[in-house]
């Protein structure tokens, strides 16, 4: 059986050139029973992963594997937003972490402020829901050091860009000139015009709503599953961006020079208009709403439910209705 065992950082890519078939698909027609199932796992191989970071495409791609056994021995898988599905007979985990977003990843892209004069800043982006996860095993569950630990915490969101001062107001009309007539002044000078207002300031950017949480399920082959303390889960919505900030209103305009005074029979002198009102400040965005919270799901599968969900991962429609019952057995009993 081929036993592979992979460092350093990774991608799938990296997997698969290691041992493809590690990736290829189970086909649900291909086993019976979980005998079947457990030979066609066994067949895959093992990987081991050691002092090694693989990570999963960022932005919600599915991806499976399928292992004989998987080991993580100090490592870290690194789910991002992917849709992945896991099956292998045996899954062990030794001082090692599933997560989520990592690094810069962990927040999405900030707005831009605004450039022009008086322009809106932009929106943050809105985060990425973590994961969703699936993990399968039909034999043994090992924890060493510790709990399975899980944290698929939601990406949060960007921050608003701020907005960009207003501009500048325009200069106001320069006043009249004086004019003389032959015997007497026709018109005196005019003061100069108010500036015009500045212009208002650009709006700050909405933060980004926060991506929610994301979902892992533990699902043991059978009717027990591995008690509460085996797993160490987090799975909080990503925290909503920061609002962007209004600017400020633009400097209102200088005031119109005075017209020209002097004029023959004309008396007195005018003056430069007054400076125009500063412009309105932009408004504040709004800060972006959290993620939602998911939970953990810790149960069990028999092979109708492998079978139809590996039918529904291929794009497959199921030949008859899933039936799920479930009884009391208060009639047995009584009896």
Known sequence: MVSIELTGNLSIQSVLDAHAPFGAILNPDDFANVNQLYAKLQSRGSLTLKNATLTLPLDDEKVFFAFHRLQLINSKIVFNSSNTTIVCNEYEHEKSQLISFVGNEQTAAAGSDGNASGENGKAG????????CVLFVTDKVKTIGGPISIDLTGQSGGKGGNGNAGAKGAQGARGRNCSSGPIDCRSGCGNGHRGERGGKGGDGGNGGNGGDGGKFEFRFHGYNTPSDYFFSFISNGGKGGYKGFGASGGEGGEGGRAGASGCTWCDGRCYSGPAGE???????GFNGADGEKKHLINSNFDMNYIKSYLTLWNGEKLTTDLVFEF?????????
């Open 278 to 284: 500063v412009g309105s400040k932009g408004a504040d």
């Open 327 to 335: 009884e009391s057995g208060l009639s047995k009993a009584a009896n």
């Open 125 to 132: 982006g809105s985060g990425l829901d973590a994961a969703t």
